[in-house]
């Protein structure tokens, strides 16, 4: 039976091969990504810890606030305990150094020169080590000299000698380029970070606001004084509040903190993987489907020679472990090759990392058998179960058995498409909200996909209507509907492409609408000054330019801001302080929902809507802050104004927030115009007097909602590399079934060609049959895609999706593409169904 399974799986080879292209794409994403990201991350660890392999020890104050995604501001280090550090039995030397993010080189452009992957960091000048080597000038020695990184001085086009300005947590400063240094390894830059080093009391009140003050001890070990031991004596001489780190560890810190975006195309990839499986199973399960039904009479003569039902089922599942076994092999060589270009293309994206060895990880390979193989199985199982009904009595037969009902099938789909229905309608009108939406909408999905079949072949008749004039249209209409189940599984390859991405373009479409309309509604202000991402460490203002500005004729109200994350409890908050409340409220169109949110006075903070209900805090409630610097604060609750999309969170008072928030410069303004007052003429004005803040930028109110609605563009762009893999698969399924259906079809087409239908007219019957099952995936699948991103967006409604909107012209889009990825699917077997021999297929047994 084995030796039967193995000769028939070589007689159609080129069947399987299509099906398991499918089963090599998804094994590609998951390995690539495994690949990629044990590459890099073997690359970052060895990157810093070259960069902290000179360090003993390092203690500094336990941060505040533990903000994620952002550097945690530490709070400063006297002098003293500098000197306790250094009485540490085992300390040969302990010395207090700065080094903090936040210090931001202007180029010759007048702008802040752009990040290269890394952080930008101020530090005091510790002289030439084992890391750190001049290659020009010399470190600092005045207070207006820094010294720059290589990595920098190419990126702003500096040398020795030059004068650059710079910004701090102080407005900017000029300082004169007395030299270029480098690290170890002929390194630029360690991580893509630009560091700017300024002599020792240059960088205390710089970068940390006081004298005498650090941001860290570093501590040199004696000779043969173990780390263990002193790390335990300087834990006890410095007390609880401090955390004492070895340079192993502050690497690893570091390393883990820049891997932000690796992870991040790592999930991306994991996600084009899961798009590839799931529609790959549809493929494969109609594959094996299609070619039992033509196996029918083989398969039934060995019934009747005595092969046993198990027998059979295995006969197919060996087939099955064969392909999911090579797509497996094949997948797992492209894996590693993408990975190995895309570990080269982000590295080359981060100035100074160099890429480690390429490495294929263990789970990378343990993972893409069992994906491969697993899926392959399982997907053949159902067909393998129905190959071993076949009756003995069948070989007898002419033709093939009539296909069943699938009554199963048909009872298993509807019971998941209600029980979708009802968890959604509980998450969208009941308490129960995402938690039961998004699993109510994956049930759905997967209910219509299996009772695609009970409306195939009316939804296809009327599809292929337009295409019914001639012979060869109608043939191919009449061959779409023939078989209703194998049109609705080859149809759900690009269903489930276009319904995924029409869902999501769908949400993405509505939050876009929602925010555009909430600026337009809300912000009273016709500028806005802000970085380009609009967010508190993307720019500083000089409070000096904004009391200039207010004095700019035609400008009638300024309101600046500042924002920050602080800790409440044991969560981190969002919190925002303005340095006038009342022309803020005025600008941003706040309405009041409970309390009072007219005045802000001290001690008080005003919350939105959405974060009163998740911190379960009403007006007159007190409530514990920790800001960035300083101790808490007990603030009491004076009043709640409805979400909004410029202004969410908490507010806290601008006296606190210039002492408590990591930087006391506004990050954002907003200037109402007086009215009659020219718009142009006022903003160059404003950005005049904005020449000292060069991170910022002069913005009109379509240019905020632009800038907002970015986020948006790249998550559809996102969603068109997923349509590509979904179209992909869609493709090989197509092209499958038609390869398939024609040598079904071999003695049929021959007796249409010998009553008079031409080459090209087979063609064409094949290529309508191809458009029409796509059209028709496509056409369900912006329908179901497009009501099930409604019902997501409409539970979105407490993130501010307030806007139900449909993509209608991405979704003609979609359709349009998959009628082109119909006629593309033809091409292959519409030229060898026209080629065929008419005499050998009329005579086709």
């Given at each position: 039976?084995?030796?039967?399974?193995?000769?028939?799986?070589?007689?159609?080879?080129?069947?399987?091969?299509?099906?398991?292209?499918?089963?090599?794409?998804?094994?590609?994403f998951?390995?690539?990504?495994m690949?990629?990201?044990?590459?890099?991350?073997?690359?970052?660890?060895?990157?810093f810890?070259?960069?902290?392999?000179?360090?003993?020890?390092?203690?500094?104050?336990?941060?505040?606030?533990?903000?994620?995604?952002?550097?945690?501001?530490?709070?400063?280090?006297?002098?003293?305990?500098?000197?306790?550090?250094?009485?540490?039995?085992?300390?040969?030397?302990?010395r207090?150094?700065?080094?903090?993010?936040?210090?931001?080189?202007?180029?010759?452009?007048?702008?802040v020169?752009?990040?290269?992957?890394?952080?930008?960091?101020?530090?005091?000048?510790?002289?030439?080590?084992?890391?750190?080597?001049?290659?020009?000038g010399?470190?600092?020695?005045?207070?207006?000299?820094?010294?720059?990184?290589?990595?920098?001085?190419?990126k702003?086009?500096?040398?020795?000698g030059?004068?650059?300005?710079?910004?701090?947590?102080?407005?900017?400063?000029?300082?004169?380029?007395?030299?270029?240094?480098?690290?170890?390894g002929?390194?630029?830059?360690?991580?893509?970070?630009?560091?700017?080093?300024?002599?020792?009391?240059?960088?205390?009140?710089l970068?940390?606001?006081?004298?005498?003050?650090?941001?860290?001890?570093?501590?040199?070990?004696?000779?043969?004084?173990?780390?263990?031991?002193?790390?335990?004596?300087?834990?006890?001489?410095?007390?609880?509040?401090?955390?004492?780190?070895?340079g192993?560890?502050?690497?690893?810190?570091?390393?883990?903190?820049?891997?932000?975006?690796?992870?991040?195309?790592?999930?991306?990839?994991?996600?084009?993987?899961?798009?590839?499986?799931?529609?790959?199973?549809f493929?494969?399960?109609?594959?094996?489907s299609i070619?039992?039904?033509?196996?029918?009479?083989?398969?039934?003569?060995?019934?009747?020679?005595?092969a046993?039902?198990k027998?059979?089922?295995?006969?197919?599942?060996?087939?099955?472990?064969?392909?999911?076994?090579?797509?497996?092999?094949l997948?797992?060589?492209?894996?590693?090759g993408?990975?190995a270009?895309g570990a080269?293309?982000?590295?080359?994206?981060?100035?100074?990392?160099?890429?480690?060895?390429?490495?294929?990880?263990?789970?990378?390979?343990?993972?893409?058998?069992?994906?491969?193989?697993?899926?392959?199985?399982?997907?053949?199982?159902?067909?393998?179960?129905r190959?071993?009904?076949?009756?003995?009595?069948?070989?007898?037969?002419?033709?093939?058995?009539?296909?069943?009902?699938?009554?199963?099938?048909?009872?298993t789909?509807?019971?998941?498409?209600?029980?979708?229905?009802?968890?959604?309608?509980?998450?969208?009108?009941?308490?129960?909200?995402?938690?039961?939406?998004?699993?109510?909408?994956?049930?759905?999905?997967?209910?219509?996909?299996?009772?695609?079949?009970?409306?195939?072949?009316?939804?296809?008749?009327?599809?292929?209507?337009?295409?019914?004039?001639s012979?060869?249209?109608?043939?191919?209409?009449?061959n779409?509907?023939r078989?209703?189940?194998?049109?609705?599984?080859?149809?759900?390859?690009?269903?489930?492409?276009?319904a995924?991405?029409?869902?999501?373009?769908?949400?993405?479409?509505?939050?876009?609408?929602?925010?555009?309309?909430?600026?337009?509604?809300?912000?009273?202000?016709?500028?806005?000054?802000?970085?380009?991402?609009?967010?508190a460490?993307?720019?500083?203002?000089?409070?000096?330019?904004?009391?200039?500005?207010?004095?700019?004729?035609?400008?009638?109200?300024?309101?600046?801001?500042?924002?920050?994350?602080?800790?409440?409890?044991?969560?981190?908050?969002?919190?925002?302080?303005?340095?006038?409340?009342?022309?803020?409220?005025?600008?941003?169109?706040?309405?009041?929902?409970?309390?009072?949110?007219?005045?802000?006075?001290?001690g008080?903070?005003i919350?939105?809507?959405?974060?009163?209900?998740?911190?379960?805090?009403?007006?007159?409630?007190?409530?514990?802050?920790?800001?960035?610097?300083?101790?808490?604060?007990?603030?009491?609750?004076?009043?709640?104004?409805?979400d909004?999309?410029?202004?969410?969170?908490?507010?806290?008072?601008?006296?606190?927030?210039?002492?408590?928030?990591?930087?006391?410069?506004?990050?954002?303004?907003?200037?109402?115009?007086?009215g009659?007052?020219?718009?142009s003429?006022?903003?160059?004005?404003?950005e005049?007097?904005?020449?000292?803040?060069?991170?910022?930028?002069?913005?009109?109110?379509?240019?905020?909602?632009?800038?907002?609605?970015?986020g948006?563009?790249?998550?559809?762009t996102?969603?068109q590399?997923?349509?590509?893999?979904?179209?992909?698969?869609?493709?090989?399924?197509?092209?499958?079934?038609?390869?398939?259906?024609?040598?079904?079809?071999?003695?049929?087409?021959?007796?249409?060609?010998?009553?008079?239908?031409?080459?090209?007219?087979?063609?064409?019957?094949?290529?309508?049959?191809?458009?029409?099952?796509?059209?028709?995936?496509?056409?369900?699948?912006?329908?179901?895609?497009?009501?099930?991103?409604?019902?997501?967006?409409?539970?979105?409604?407490?993130?501010?999706v307030?806007?139900?909107?449909?993509?209608?012209?991405?979704m003609?889009?979609?359709?349009?593409?998959?009628?082109?990825?119909g006629?593309?699917?033809?091409?292959?077997?519409?030229?060898?169904?026209?080629?065929?021999?008419?005499?050998?297929?009329?005579?086709?047994?």
């Amino acid at each position: 039976m084995l030796t039967f399974t193995l000769k028939s799986l070589l007689s159609r080879k080129l069947r399987l091969v299509l099906s398991g292209l499918a089963v090599v794409l998804a094994v590609m994403f998951v390995s690539g990504s495994m690949v990629i990201k044990d590459t890099l991350n073997r690359s970052i660890d060895a990157q810093f810890t070259g960069a902290y392999a000179d360090i003993d020890l390092h203690a500094a104050l336990k941060p505040a606030v533990e903000a994620e995604g952002e550097t945690a501001v530490v709070p400063p280090v006297d002098a003293a305990a500098v000197e306790r550090a250094s009485r540490v039995d085992g300390v040969a030397e302990a010395r207090g150094l700065v080094l903090t993010e936040g210090a931001r080189v202007i180029g010759k452009d007048g702008k802040v020169v752009p990040g290269t992957g890394g952080p930008r960091y101020g530090e005091s000048w510790r002289g030439e080590s084992g890391l750190i080597k001049l290659r020009s000038g010399h470190g600092p020695r005045a207070a207006d000299e820094v010294a720059v990184n290589a990595g920098l001085a190419e990126k702003a086009g500096i040398e020795v000698g030059d004068r650059v300005g710079v910004l701090t947590n102080e407005p900017r400063q000029t300082f004169v380029v007395a030299g270029v240094f480098g690290y170890s390894g002929d390194r630029d830059s360690i991580g893509g970070e630009q560091t700017v080093a300024f002599t020792d009391p240059v960088a205390q009140r710089l970068m940390l606001g006081r004298a005498d003050r650090f941001s860290g001890i570093e501590v040199t070990l004696a000779d043969g004084a173990a780390a263990g031991t002193v790390r335990a004596a300087l834990g006890k001489q410095l007390g609880g509040g401090y955390d004492v780190l070895t340079g192993k560890e502050l690497a690893k810190k570091a390393s883990d903190k820049s891997r932000g975006m690796l992870d991040m195309m790592g999930m991306l990839l994991l996600g084009f993987a899961g798009v590839a499986v799931f529609v790959g199973v549809f493929l494969i399960v109609n594959t094996f489907s299609i070619i039992i039904a033509q196996r029918m009479r083989e398969l039934a003569l060995l019934r009747a020679l005595g092969a046993s039902r198990k027998q059979m089922i295995n006969s197919v599942l060996v087939e099955s472990f064969v392909v999911g076994l090579v797509s497996s092999v094949l997948g797992l060589a492209a894996g590693v090759g993408i990975g190995a270009l895309g570990a080269d293309m982000m590295a080359s994206s981060t100035d100074g990392l160099q890429v480690a060895g390429l490495g294929v990880p263990v789970e990378a390979v343990v993972t893409s058998f069992a994906v491969g193989i697993l899926v392959t199985m399982l997907s053949a199982l159902f067909p393998a179960v129905r190959a071993s009904k076949v009756a003995p009595i069948a070989v007898i037969r002419a033709a093939a058995a009539p296909q069943g009902r699938h009554r199963g099938q048909t009872w298993t789909g509807g019971i998941m498409l209600g029980l979708g229905a009802l968890l959604l309608a509980a998450g969208l009108f009941g308490s129960g909200g995402a938690s039961l939406i998004i699993p109510g909408v994956l049930l759905a999905f997967v209910g219509v996909s299996l009772l695609t079949p009970l409306f195939s072949k009316p939804s296809v008749q009327v599809l292929g209507a337009v295409f019914a004039r001639s012979t060869p249209g109608s043939l191919g209409r009449a061959n779409s509907a023939r078989n209703p189940r194998r049109t609705a599984i080859t149809a759900s390859a690009m269903m489930i492409g276009v319904a995924l991405v029409t869902a999501i373009s769908t949400v993405a479409v509505s939050a876009e609408n929602s925010v555009a309309g909430d600026i337009k509604r809300d912000l009273k202000a016709e500028l806005v000054a802000m970085g380009e991402a609009g967010s508190a460490s993307s720019a500083s203002i000089a409070p000096a330019a904004l009391a200039e500005i207010a004095e700019v004729p035609g400008v009638r109200n300024v309101a600046a801001a500042t924002m920050d994350t602080a800790k409440i409890g044991k969560e981190n908050q969002a919190v925002a302080s303005w340095q006038d409340w009342a022309k803020a409220r005025e600008v941003l169109g706040l309405k009041r929902v409970d309390g009072n949110i007219d005045t802000l006075p001290a001690g008080a903070v005003i919350v939105n809507e959405s974060t009163a209900e998740s911190r379960d805090a009403k007006v007159g409630d007190r409530i514990e802050v920790q800001l960035q610097r300083g101790d808490s604060h007990t603030y009491r609750v004076a009043g709640v104004f409805a979400d909004s999309t410029l202004s969410n969170g908490m507010v806290v008072p601008w006296a606190d927030a210039e002492a408590g928030f990591r930087s006391k410069q506004p990050s954002q303004a907003y200037f109402q115009l007086a009215g009659g007052a020219d718009e142009s003429q006022v903003r160059s004005q404003i950005e005049t007097r904005l020449k000292g803040s060069p991170e910022v930028t002069v913005q009109t109110r379509a240019d905020v909602i632009e800038m907002f609605s970015g986020g948006f563009a790249m998550m559809l762009t996102i969603v068109q590399a997923l349509l590509g893999v979904a179209m992909l698969i869609a493709v090989l399924g197509i092209v499958n079934t038609l390869a398939l259906s024609v040598l079904e079809r071999t003695r049929e087409m021959g007796t249409l060609r010998a009553i008079g239908l031409s080459r090209g007219q087979t063609m064409r019957m094949i290529m309508t049959e191809s458009v029409v099952i796509s059209l028709f995936g496509a056409v369900l699948g912006v329908v179901v895609g497009g009501a099930l991103g409604l019902a997501v967006a409409r539970g979105m409604e407490d993130q501010g999706v307030s806007q139900l909107s449909l993509p209608w012209g991405q979704m003609l889009a979609y359709v349009v593409g998959a009628a082109v990825v119909g006629v593309i699917a033809s091409i292959a077997p519409a030229r060898r169904g026209a080629r065929l021999n008419v005499l050998a297929a009329i005579s086709h047994g």
